[in-house]
């Protein structure tokens, strides 16, 4: 089964042809973790690679998330049955205060599209809702997101109720947004900062060991 038809239509982010594919290329008996790691994923990773190649922007890469979660979306039961490794675990949400959540939203998707296993919270996420999903979702990594100066300290207070609740040496804290800086991730503790939706799934990967 060739999956280089449905590999291109995540890149093109044809949604219907993604669903179609995903659909002929299960009738056609291939394994749906092959279906998700030789298309779906590894189309990501090319979305990712033109994004920072400068060949793509953020609106492109958003149809071709937005059409690889349609086919992960028919994918997922088989995937639950199959008992298919998820890369790890993220908790992810913009902090609160802030109610910013496109760039947020793209790099759930990005991470999704890379095997992680995603509970995205949301936007305005209290330190609280961090440390109970972390601890729901047997978190391997908290995301956090922030587009205003003025909510850029709730990470760090973040940060402290994981570490009050027993769970910071368990779980690795990433966070992003246009007014931070990989200085700014160091000084509160975090364990990485990414740039861009397509730094934070190589983020993600090297922060669990794959």
């Known amino acids: 089964m060739d999956l280089k038809t449905l ?9 219907e042809s993604v669903e179609d594919g995903v659909r002929a290329a299960l009738e056609a008996g291939a394994p749906a973790g092959r279906i998700l790691n030789e298309a779906l994923i590894a189309a990501m990773g090319e ?8 060949e793509f922007y953020v609106p492109e890469m958003l149809v071709s998330a937005r059409a690889m979660q349609a086919g992960v979306v028919l994918l997922r039961p088989l995937l639950m049955q199959a008992d298919i490794q998820s890369s790890g675990a ?18 759930a998707m990005m991470l999704e599209g ?22 729901a979702g ?6 956090m997101s922030a ?31 246009a ?6 991730a160091h000084q509160i503790g975090a364990d990485g900062y990414a740039a861009d939706a397509s730094r934070a799934v190589r983020l993600a ?5 794959r």
């Open 90 to 107: 993220v908790v992810i949400g913009t902090v609160k205060g802030d109610l910013h959540d496109i760039g947020k939203n793209l790099v």
């Open 179 to 184: 007014p931070l800086t990989d200085a700014y």
């Open 147 to 177: 587009l205003l100066t003025t909510t850029m300290p709730n990470m760090k207070v973040t940060l402290e109720a994981l570490e009050k609740a027993g769970l910071r040496d368990q779980v690795k804290v990433m966070v992003g947004g």
């Open 47 to 54: 979305v990712g690679r033109l994004f920072e190649a400068q």
């Open 205 to 209: 990967r090297a922060l669990v060991g």
């Open 7 to 15: 590999y291109d239509a995540v890149v093109n982010g044809d949604k």
């Open 114 to 135: 890379a095997g992680f296993e995603v509970h995205d919270l949301g936007t305005d996420v209290s330190p609280d809702r961090f440390v109970e999903a972390a601890r």
């Open 138 to 143: 047997d978190a391997d990594i908290v995301a």
